[in-house]
């Protein structure tokens, strides 16, 4: 099948992924915000990969409003992973360098915040590689649109024109964002995937940014 375009996931695709104490930290800085010391489970449940059921499930616990504790908890994760990005400490995989190479416009789609990957994007010399990005604003309502909905999956092909596109992406949501979107799915299995189990099927299995231009060639 011929591709229009690719899209990528941020975070272990393009970037590697943010250090799990750094996010930890962070939350931990929005419950001093509110005055909290919080228990280590609600601490776990909110320092990355957060459902909305594990935000409603922590709000009342602390009675919390869940606009106003995301909105601390979001930005407090930001501002630490551009911390780690200033100092060096995030950096971009090795074979970022294949991006130069692809010949289909490119987009990027990611449930980081918006404001990091704008960041990342002008600090590694990227944003020249892609048409259109989207992270998420501090919102509930981006909250409840990130992947595995499909919403900036379509905002993204919708900004370049296209009906057709790869979606490379490191998680099982990705795959269930894509396929939700009508899309073939590429997952790329970096070291920290190895020994990761997905439930559902991607339509390409990568280890790498290089075999995708192969695969633009089917």
Known sequence: MSYDAVLFDNDGVLVKPPNGTVLREAALSAFAEFDTEPEDDHLDAVSRSVTPDDLKRVCEAYDFDPAEFWEARDTAASDAQLRELEAGRTTTYDDVDALESFTRPMGIVSSNQHATIEFMLDHFDL????????????TLDAFHRKKPEPYFLEQALSDIGVDTALFVGDSESDVVAAHSADLDSVFIRRPHRAEYELSVDPTYEVRGLREIRDLLRV
């Open 127 to 138: 944003s020249r590689h892609f048409e259109t990005y989207y992270g998420r604003p501090p």
